[in-house]
């Protein structure tokens, strides 16, 4: 086996395959490996984890995600942006050129990074239940391509307004977070940002480090004079720890949902199916990933 391997995601919107000999000229003795289907992310990083000295992922969230599924915490994992948003490299502070990142990571030093894990499965940057996971499983439904990877974030804004016109712009309490309360839908987050907008960060947890246990943040209800509010919560980073129609949960180890009905999961933006029990965990120092 060579020095390190490189796990690839053909499908993932930014990845070329000029990109990818670029990344390969510029990381020298890698193994490439491009995933076939889903979960073959995690398979392939399972067997190189202990033989390789370290594991590179050129792909989206969702090949990132599969890596941190399949390693152990042993070997370091370099992250190379390949997708739409890839936040969990924006949120690590690793710039969006492919090349770039390559390059950084080939002298980096490693960071240690708790993850969170829903119902026994890892995410590196968020998770959720109701109103986002249900954007994920509309935004999916518009398929992917080999050219294009998945839908952007003009879809997910779509998807938005498309639930919540539905709704009348009201999201009533579906599921109860124990020993905090009702909640129309609840978001984890490993890190701050939640997620990102286009360029725009979204500060759903502004308090949720790296470093730390998870964030939970439960809109107890959603009503149209609240919604700006909110809105601008996500924008600033101010008011929702402090609000009191929205539940925060800081540096956690374990928080436990049930729902009224079943309702969608994701982690890290890949939809989990419907749940009507949600765990919620933190696997303090589990991973080492490569950074500036």
């Known amino acids: 086996m060579a020095r390190a391997v490189l796990i690839v995601n053909p499908y993932a919107s930014r990845v070329t395959d000029d990109l990818v000999d670029r990344v390969v000229g510029t990381l020298g003795d890698v193994e490439v490996h491009a995933t076939q289907r889903r979960g073959h992310a995690t398979e392939l990083a399972r067997?190189?984890?202990?033989?390789?000295?370290?594991?590179?992922v050129f792909s989206g969230d969702g090949g990132f995600n599969e890596v941190l599924n399949g390693v152990g915490g042993s070997t370091p994992v370099g992250l190379v942006p390949g997708g739409g948003a890839t936040v969990l490299a924006r949120a690590l502070?690793?710039?969006?050129?492919?090349v770039a990142v390559a390059r950084r990571l080939r002298v980096g030093k490693e960071?240690?990074?708790?993850?969170?894990?829903?119902?026994?499965?890892r995410f590196g940057f968020s998770a959720g239940v109701g109103l986002d996971a249900?954007?994920?499983r509309r935004v999916d439904a518009r398929g992917r391509s080999l050219h294009?990877?998945?839908?952007?974030?003009?879809?997910?804004?779509?998807?938005?307004?498309?639930?919540?016109?539905?709704?009348?712009?009201?999201?009533?309490?579906?599921?109860?977070?124990?020993?905090?309360?009702?909640?129309?839908?609840?978001?984890?987050?490993?890190c701050d940002p939640y997620t990102y907008a286009g360029p725009i960060p979204l500060h759903v947890a502004p308090s949720a480090r790296f470093e730390l246990g998870l964030d939970v943040v439960a809109p107890r209800r959603v009503t149209p004079a609240a919604?700006?509010?909110?809105?601008?919560?996500?924008?600033?980073?101010?008011?929702?720890?402090?609000?009191?129609?929205?539940?925060?949960?800081?540096?956690?180890?374990?928080?436990?949902i049930d729902c009224d009905r079943p309702l969608p999961l994701h982690a890290d933006g890949?939809?989990?199916?419907?749940?009507?029990?949600?765990?919620?965990?933190?696997?303090?120092?589990a991973v080492s990933l490569l950074v500036d």
């Open 47 to 56: 067997a190189a984890e202990g033989e390789a000295e370290a594991i590179y």
């Open 93 to 98: 502070g690793l710039p969006r050129d492919p």
């Open 111 to 121: 960071r240690r990074i708790s993850l969170g894990r829903v119902n026994g499965r």
């Open 134 to 136: 249900e954007l994920v």
């Open 148 to 190: 294009r990877g998945r839908a952007g974030n003009l879809a997910f804004a779509t998807a938005a307004l498309g639930v919540l016109a539905r709704e009348r712009f009201r999201l009533e309490p579906e599921l109860e977070v124990r020993r905090h309360g009702r909640a129309a839908f609840a978001l984890a987050a490993n």
């Open 227 to 256: 919604l700006p509010r909110f809105v601008s919560y996500a924008l600033t980073g101010r008011g929702q720890e402090r609000a009191r129609d929205v539940l925060y949960a800081h540096d956690v180890d374990l928080v436990e």
């Open 270 to 285: 890949e939809d989990l199916g419907d749940v009507r029990e949600v765990v919620l965990e933190a696997e303090r120092d």
